[in-house]
């Protein structure tokens, strides 16, 4: 019963101070909850402020490598997250930007580049990492190194 306690007790100390990951559950409610979602404002300059406003400053511009189809944004137990639907020359992806997150369980690190892990979500392919204390989650009906090669754009 002691050792129950302890462990209830670091995963709430755990989950308080950040180092929480996604579990898949709840990134099929983000999916679900973005689908069909059409952007307010699909703009540059609005969807940066919307960001601003959730992020602060440090939130990559993907206006510059996508085109923005829509945009939506919330909260996950009480991490601000941001939806993206983009569109590039090979078709649609989806960018999930959370803040306070340190993962999606269930993804595979990749052997070479430890940055980043990968895996199918929702049957689609997809790709995370994690910096500034936010998780970015890629997915798009890719491989992985293309969507690695389209995270180290958006990183950039």
Do not use: H
């Not at 209830?8 to 689908?35: D, H, K, P, R, T």
């Not at 990559?60 to 983009?86: C, K, M, W």
């Not at 790709?127 to 754009?153: C, G, H, K, P, Y």
Request: overall charge negative; hydrophobic content about 40%; aromatic content about 8%.
């Amino acid at each position: 019963a002691i050792l129950l306690l302890v462990i209830v007790y670091a995963g709430a100390v755990n989950w308080a101070i950040g180092g929480q990951e996604l579990s898949e559950q709840q990134v099929a409610g983000l999916i679900s909850a973005g689908a069909g979602e059409q952007a307010e404002s699909t703009e540059g300059a609005d969807v940066n402020e919307m960001l601003r406003r959730s992020f602060g400053n440090d939130v990559p511009d993907v206006s510059q490598l996508f085109r923005i189809a829509a945009v939506s944004n919330g909260e996950i137990e009480g991490s601000p997250y941001a939806r993206f639907t983009l569109l590039d020359a090979q078709g649609p992806l989806t960018l999930f930007v959370v803040n306070g997150v340190e993962g999606i369980e269930n993804l595979e690190t990749d052997r070479v580049r430890k940055d980043y892990s990968f895996g199918k979500l929702d049957g689609e392919s997809c790709v995370s990492w994690t910096e500034s204390n936010r998780t970015f989650l890629l997915m798009a009906d890719r491989s992985n190194e293309q969507l690695i090669s389209l995270a180290d754009q958006i990183r950039e």
